[in-house]
């Protein structure tokens, strides 16, 4: 787990105000990773919903898509794998931002995600400040 973050020095990353919590939807079958990500973007001032594969992430927004402001997807998942999650996540809601994540990026992955214009794609391992931009375009969007 430790090689993931080995591009960021953490301890220069800024603890944010927590005024106006935002609600992160985190679908991710690694247990260390799933918890690094909800303590992170805690830091950042969101609130954080943790799903450890695709069945259960779709049950949780669901149940608080009202709430949820932005997904966070790993394509890799389990029991549903990412792309069938996306577009069950997105035949609920059209307008909340999913940000896919996979190990590599290729045309076969936007493929994946047929109707997104400009999909929001990150690669593992995270890079937290890419991440940070990442999640903040796609909010802004």
Same mark, same amino acid.
């Given at each position: 787990?430790?090689?993931?973050?080995?591009?960021?020095?953490?301890?220069?990353?800024?603890?944010?105000?927590?005024?106006?919590?935002?609600?992160?939807? /985190? /679908? @991710?079958? *690694?247990?260390?990773?799933?918890?690094? =990500?909800?303590?992170? %973007?805690?830091?950042?001032?969101?609130?954080?919903? =943790?799903?450890?594969?695709g069945l259960s992430g779709i049950n949780?927004?669901?149940? *608080?898509?009202?709430?949820?402001s932005i997904v966070i997807l790993d394509?890799g998942i389990p029991i549903m794998n990412?792309?069938?999650?996306?577009?069950?996540?997105?035949? =609920?809601?059209?307008?909340?931002?999913?940000?896919?994540?996979? !190990?590599?990026?290729?045309?076969?992955?936007?493929? =994946? %995600?047929?109707? @997104?214009?400009?999909?929001? /794609?990150?690669?593992?391992? !995270?890079?937290?400040?890419?991440?940070?931009?990442?999640?903040?375009?796609?909010?802004?969007?």
């Amino acid at each position: 787990m430790a090689s993931e973050y080995a591009n960021v020095n953490f301890l220069d990353r800024p603890v944010r105000e927590e005024g106006n919590l935002r609600t992160v939807l /985190v /679908v @991710e079958d *690694n247990r260390h990773t799933r918890h690094f =990500l909800k303590w992170y %973007l805690t830091r950042l001032g969101f609130r954080v919903l =943790l799903a450890e594969d695709g069945l259960s992430g779709i049950n949780l927004f669901r149940n *608080n898509q009202d709430q949820i402001s932005i997904v966070i997807l790993d394509m890799g998942i389990p029991i549903m794998n990412g792309a069938e999650t996306f577009h069950a996540i997105r035949h =609920l809601q059209q307008n909340t931002p999913i940000i896919a994540c996979l !190990y590599q990026t290729d045309d076969k992955t936007i493929e =994946l %995600l047929p109707g @997104e214009k400009h999909p929001a /794609v990150i690669t593992k391992p !995270y890079d937290l400040s890419e991440l940070e931009t990442t999640l903040r375009q796609a909010l802004q969007a």
